[in-house]
């Protein structure tokens, strides 16, 4: 499996068709939610992100022949755990004891994480236009998403909040760290993949092991975590991030709770009511807006 994108965005059109492309991803991770609750097994959130991490990796390092090499050995562990291997069992724990609308919203927070950090990690600027946009955006995923009953599980929610701070500390990391010459996006996604599915091997191993009863439509839903919300979208994830900016990036990641809000009408029945439809139009809007960079008009002096 290969994803091919454009060496460097040329001008905006190249810049929208990589956007457009990158965002492909966290499209695809908006059917996490509604795989995982209708088709796999209940009870078993590490054995999940293992399945969806490790045969997905070692797929990728197999079709892209290629293994870390000096100091990444030890970089390629770290983004593989903050990504996958601490995000992936977070992510699937906190779809089982919270409503999906709150473990979406929790799950929005991630782009104001990227904001902030990026201020530490890579020195910019703190960009208050992509907080404002990623705070709208969030008030509009929950419109869409929470209900009046919606629960709030303690655990649950630190779960939620722990995964929003993993992926986006991942996140920026992937920015400053970038890959070698001559490794490609499918090799670092088989990095990644592989090293955080060997994070959750012993977890899964004692915790839980092998799910009881794995009947064809859990077979289906592993395999769709895996190639396509796996190895797929990271592919063009990491693709995205090597050269959009990186807090814009975040902003894409909006798309995930729009997407399984989206599946829970046309697939589950769900109704979407008119302050729903309003909150999508609101957070689409906001990770539309957070693509751009405000120009700011030079100062003139007054005589």
Wanted: hydrophobic share 55%.
């Amino acid at each position: 499996m290969t994803t091919t994108l454009p060496a460097e965005p040329t001008g905006a059109l190249g810049g929208a068709r990589l956007t457009a492309l990158t965002a492909l991803a966290p499209a695809a991770w908006g059917s996490t939610y509604l795989v995982a609750t209708e088709l796999l097994p209940p009870g078993h959130p590490f054995f999940a992100a293992l399945v969806r991490a490790l045969p997905a990796g070692i797929l990728a390092l197999l079709v892209s022949r290629s293994l870390p090499r000096g100091s990444w050995w030890w970089k390629a562990a770290v983004l593989g755990t903050l990504n996958i291997g601490v995000f992936f069992p977070l992510l699937f724990i906190t779809a089982e004891r919270l409503p999906g609308g709150v473990a979406a919203t929790l799950g929005a927070t991630q782009p104001i994480v990227v904001a902030v950090l990026v201020v530490a990690i890579l020195g910019e600027r703190l960009s208050s236009w992509r907080i404002l946009w990623g705070l709208v955006g969030l008030i509009g995923v929950a419109m869409v998403v929470l209900g009046p009953g919606a629960a709030l599980d303690p655990v649950g929610v630190l779960t939620g909040i722990a995964g929003a701070v993993s992926m986006g500390l991942g996140v920026v990391l992937t920015k400053r760290w970038g890959r070698p010459e001559g490794v490609g996006a499918l090799g670092l996604a088989g990095w990644q993949l592989t090293a955080g599915g060997l994070v959750v091997l012993v977890p899964t191993m004692v915790l839980e092991g092998t799910p009881d009863g794995i009947d064809a439509p859990a077979v289906a839903g592993y395999l769709w975590l895996g190639l396509v919300g796996g190895l797929a979208a990271y592919t063009l994830w990491f693709a995205g991030i090597r050269r959009l900016p990186v807090t814009a990036t975040a902003l894409l990641g909006l798309l995930a709770p729009l997407v399984a809000a989206a599946l829970g009408a046309l697939v589950v029945g769900e109704n979407l009511a008119l302050v729903q439809l309003a909150g999508f139009v609101l957070a689409l809007t906001a990770m539309l807006a957070g693509q751009l960079t405000p120009t700011v008009s030079p100062r003139k002096d007054v005589p």
